[in-house]
């Protein structure tokens, strides 16, 4: 209340030096609110019904990245008096066609009109995926004057559907636009799978580039399920299937907020993303099956290549080692390995049980590792890497080291490789255009002055000095393209 009393004369004094006019408008605060929007449809007869409700709270800067119909937050009753109102605007301005009525929605289901959208909006697939209409069809019938066939009593929930936007942005440089070519492009496959659905809607394919001058969304990946769990452990799985290489892109991140225990809840807010990744995204950490996962993927894969390695320098002279130590971050499991390259059995031996991999699909070179782990289905993103592997299964990345146990004990004691400084370097932190360079060789620049404006993906970001110094160098201009983590300018 002090800070009103205070900041109200305040403003006040504000408005009226700016615009000679000193009312100001005071909307309601919502606390935690949620976006919920209403799909609308009408046709050139004056009728119009709602398609039910898109929650889309989680965003990141005012921009949508995962989608769902219906919302847990919405009861039947809610879920009618936002339906109405959103019908009675599109009636009241003689709407035809589909359209999206946005609302801000409280954590109490108290709800505000936001705006309209007189368009088709990038989460339309989610409403298809629970009423079985296709949107597009609808609205071509509605520009051709065709009467609706159907009223509201007609239309039904079905189960439940997410949507993933994928973006060509790197999650682990604060989200910060990512470009480049689609050196692979493999998303999973689509249609029916084991108690959910598969779509994906996307206008790309392997070998395109995705440039600075367009939005950065790769494909929308959407899945379908009875259950609001089932759609989300559906996108889970569609998600591990996702492959992508040339460019840094959002898969991890998504695939963490599947997992993530709030998200699972439905306790949804716009303020989802800063709440529960207040420091950027880094990853997570391998949870006791991720970590079982990982142990048998570099175990397998270690297999396969000491095993090609023998029969090409050998003749396959003697029997393949069978006794590994297996390091993942500070864990070291000791296993045996059995098998060939199709099912291989990895026994923990300091740990009792058995991983028994089977249905392997996979061979070196291969950038994706699919397989069955004592039943379960997994993928994995598994590469070759300069000591061991690196593996990532959903959002848990690591290197992998499968040693003898002799190299496991000298390989401990090697000491920890020092980070390259570059204290004295301004580093491009993503691919981009320069717009302006705004320091000179031989100039004094102070912490917080700005360097130089790149432009990615139609948004300028200012380069600022994170430190004083005098400039030594500087190596781009305005016009430039940089890759990320080029040298922009030196320190002194």
């Known amino acids: 209340r002090k800070d009103v009393e205070e900041g109200f004369p ?5 408005a009226k030096a700016s615009f000679g006019d000193d009312r100001i408008f005071i909307e309601k605060f919502i606390e935690s609110p949620r976006h919920i929007e209403i799909q609308v449809l009408g046709d050139k007869h004056g009728n119009v019904v709602h398609l039910f409700e898109r929650e889309c709270s989680i965003q990141r800067r005012n921009q949508k ?31 035809d066609s589909a359209g999206t009525v946005e609302f801000v929605a409280g954590q109490d289901k108290s709800f505000y009109f936001l705006e309209m959208n007189t368009r088709l909006q990038v989460e339309h697939p989610v409403t298809e995926l629970i009423t079985g209409l296709d949107l597009v069809e609808q609205m071509i019938r509605s520009a051709y004057g065709e009467k609706m066939a159907f009223g509201q009593a007609d239309l039904k929930i079905n189960g439940w559907a997410i949507e993933s936007r994928i973006y060509a942005e790197d999650p682990y440089r604060k989200f910060l636009p990512s470009i480049g070519r689609l050196v692979r492009y493999d998303p999973p496959a689509e249609g029916e799978k084991e108690g959910y659905k598969v779509r994906n809607d996307a206008g790309v ?9 367009y ?55 716009t303020s989802y993303i800063k709440d529960e990744f207040p420091e950027g ?76 991999l089977t249905d392997i699909d996979w061979r070196p070179g291969k950038p994706v590792f699919k ?66 360079m705004d320091v000179t060789a031989g100039q004094q620049v102070r912490e917080g002055e700005v360097v130089c404006v790149l432009e990615a993906m139609k948004m300028q970001n200012i380069i600022r000095a994170e430190r004083d110094g005098v400039v030594k160098a500087v190596n781009a201009k305005g016009g430039d393209p940089v890759a990320a983590d080029e040298i922009l300018v030196e320190f002194a």
């Open 281 to 356: 995204f880094n990853g997570t950490t391998p949870t006791a099956l991720q970590l079982d996962i990982l142990t048998a993927v570099g175990a397998a894969m270690q297999r396969v290549y000491a095993t090609r390695a023998r029969s090409y320098e050998s003749g396959l002279i003697g029997e393949a080692r069978d006794a590994w130590v297996v390091a993942i971050g500070d864990v070291r499991r000791q296993v045996k390995v059995a098998g060939e390259e199709g099912a291989v059995a990895v026994e923990l031996l300091d740990e009792g049980p058995t991983l028994f």
């Open 215 to 269: 939005d950065p969304m790769i494909s929308k990946l959407c899945t379908w399920a009875p259950t609001r769990l089932a759609a989300i452990d559906g996108m889970g799985r569609a998600l591990e299937d996702f492959h992508i290489e040339g460019l840094g892109q959002n898969i991890p991140f998504l695939a963490a907020v599947m997992d993530e225990e709030r998200f699972r809840s439905g306790k949804l807010a």
């Open 10 to 14: 305040a403003v006040r004094a504000e």
């Open 371 to 436: 397989a069955v782990l004592n039943g379960v289905a997994f993928t994995v993103q598994a590469a070759p890497a300069a000591e061991g592997f690196t593996i990532r299964h959903r959002a848990a990345k690591t290197r992998v080291l499968v040693l003898t146990p002799r190299s496991a004990e000298l390989h401990d004691k090697l000491p920890e490789k020092q980070a390259a400084d570059t204290s004295k370097l301004v580093l491009s932190p993503m691919p981009g255009l320069v717009v302006s």
């Open 205 to 213: 394919r392997e070998g395109d580039e995705i440039s600075m001058f």
């Open 65 to 95: 990245v995962i989608e769902e119909a219906p919302s847990p937050l919405l009861d039947e009753a809610t879920r009618n008096a936002m339906g109405a109102q959103a019908v009675a605007l599109a009636k009241a301005v003689n709407y």
